[in-house]
T-cell receptor, first 106, second 116 residues
Framework: QKEVEQNSGPLSVPEGAIASLNCTYS??????FFWYRQYSGKSPELIMF????GDKEDGRFTAQLNKASQYVSLLIRDSQPSDSATYLC??????FGAGTILRVKS | GAVVSQHPSRVICKSGTSVKIECRSL??????MFWYRQFPKQSLMLMAT?????????EQGVEKDKFLINHASLTLSTLTVTSAHPEDSSFYIC????????????FGPGTRLTVT
């Protein structure tokens, strides 16, 4: 089992919709969780991090953490074509999932 | 703040030669720098972790004699790919953590290495 798992996608959503990206992790001791966005040919950029169970909101982005179920998700409200990218979930020690390709249709 | 640069952004070299990639934190002191490698359509894989003034810690399967890492100062780390081969062609990305925000990593723009 991979330490961090994501559906590779692509996940297609219409413009303006909510994109929901999910990530599961295997190490119950994981304490910090990060969502990175990576455009093609570019390096990752940090979108959000979350440490505690529950939701954390920042603009159009909401990170959700459920440690009991060992998953973390990222919601993108009002999705825009510019949100089209690969979204990487990472846990402390930064073990990356393979990424989910998001394509927002205009 | 928290800008990380890499140089060069792209490099093409012949098989058997060595290539040096620089990673600099421009506006902060980086307590730790990380080197990643990313092959096409794959995720980032951590190669090594380096702390200023000490030897780098390499991940399992990464040859330390082939990928030489020098972390000479709190703002500069270098990765030298020695005797490069075509299979070393990849996207090399460095990242750095700040002393006051150890859990946040700031990534450089990456270096595309092509070995012919």
């Amino acid at each position: 089992q991979k330490e961090v798992e994501q559906n590779s996608g692509p996940l297609s959503v219409p413009e303006g919709a909510i994109a929901s990206l999910n990530c599961t992790y295997s190490d119950r001791g994981s304490q910090s969780f990060f969502w990175y966005r990576q455009y093609s040919g570019k390096s990752p950029e940090l979108i959000m991090f979350i440490y505690s169970n529950g939701d954390k909101e920042d603009g159009r982005f909401t990170a959700q953490l459920n440690k009991a179920s060992q998953y973390v998700s990222l919601l993108i409200r009002d999705s825009q074509p510019s949100d089209s990218a690969t979204y990487l979930c990472a846990v402390i020690r930064l073990v990356f999932g393979a990424g989910t390709i998001l394509r927002v249709k205009s | 703040g928290a800008v990380v640069s890499q140089h060069p952004s792209r490099v093409i070299c012949k098989s058997g030669t060595s290539v040096k990639i620089e990673c600099r934190s421009l506006d902060f002191q980086a307590t730790t720098m990380f080197w990643y490698r990313q092959f096409p359509k794959q995720s980032l894989m951590l190669m090594a972790t380096s702390n200023e003034g000490s030897k780098a810690t390499y991940e399992q399967g990464v040859e330390k004699d082939k990928f030489l890492i020098n972390h000479a100062s709190l703002t500069l780390s270098t990765l030298t790919v020695t005797s490069a081969h075509p299979e070393d062609s990849s996207f090399y990305i460095c990242s750095a953590t700040r002393r006051d925000r150890r859990h946040e990593q700031y990534f450089g723009p990456g270096t595309r290495l092509t070995v012919t």
